[in-house]
Antibody
Framework: EVHLVESGGGVVRPGGSLRLSCAASGFTFDDYAMSWVRQAPGKGLEWISGINWNGGSSRYADSVKGRFTISRDNAKKSLYLQLSSLRAEDTAFYYC??????????WGHGTLVTVSS | DIQMTQSPSSLSASVGDSVTITCQASQDISKYLNWYQQKLGTAPKVLIYDASKLERGVPSRFSGSGSGTYFTFTISSLQPEDIATYYCQQYDTLPITFGQGTRLEIK
């Protein structure tokens, strides 16, 4: 069974930084591209970043481009998202998901990031 | 970016009713559309992938159809456990984009 567990969320001040991690199990991690999707409280889903199987290619939504960085470590079966220059509007649940442009996303349980002074 | 227009934004129906949600893409996405169910406080879960394929383990009362720019999602006989928000999602072109969601309530 696919299992994705996010960690690293918390409360951070505007302008601050945070690193999210996602530990994967139950599938061959380096066979898959991966994504991060976020959801502001009470709002819809927003894809924010994706990375190919070996980390050689990544893409970002315009809303986070230049502030967030996605990476992965296939040896550790882990996905990461470095969040910088955080704004109040970045407050959201952040979900790690298996997949990008092939088939449906399979989601972790999410981690909450709150940007507040 | 491809815009996904989902309607209605909310829906109230009785147990046993058939309900349909539509999703329109701003350009041709072939069959590259998924439907997700999100129950309160949980992560989304895929129900339908590639527009019409039922995910393993998902009840057969859920179905999807369409291709190109127009898609539908149907629950044939609504059950109390179907209370959730439903989202369409295209993966034809990056960035991946989602519909705005349909909140389904039971009358």
């Amino acid at each position: 069974e696919v299992h994705l567990v996010e960690s690293g969320g918390g409360v951070v001040r505007p302008g601050g930084s945070l690193r999210l991690s996602c530990a994967a199990s139950g599938f061959t991690f380096d066979d898959y591209a991966m994504s991060w999707v976020r959801q502001a409280p009470g709002k819809g889903l927003e894809w924010i970043s994706g990375i190919n199987w070996n980390g050689g290619s990544s893409r970002y939504a315009d809303s986070v481009k230049g502030r967030f960085t996605i990476s992965r470590d296939n040896a550790k079966k882990s996905l990461y998202l470095q969040l910088s220059s955080l704004r109040a509007e970045d407050t959201a649940f952040y979900y790690c998901a298996r997949g990008l442009r092939s088939g449906p996303l399979v989601w972790g349980h999410g981690t909450l990031v709150t940007v507040s002074s | 970016d491809i815009q996904m227009t989902q309607s209605p934004s909310s829906l109230s129906a009785s147990v046993g009713d058939s309900v349909t949600i539509t999703c329109q893409a701003s350009q041709d996405i072939s069959k590259y559309l998924n439907w997700y169910q999100q129950k309160l406080g949980t992560a989304p879960k895929v129900l339908i992938y590639d527009a019409s394929k039922l995910e393993r383990g998902v009840p057969s009362r859920f179905s999807g159809s369409g291709s190109g720019t127009y898609f539908t999602f149907t629950i044939s006989s609504l059950q109390p456990e179907d209370i959730a928000t439903y989202y369409c999602q295209q993966y034809d072109t990056l960035p991946i984009t989602f519909g705005q969601g349909t909140r389904l309530e039971i009358k």
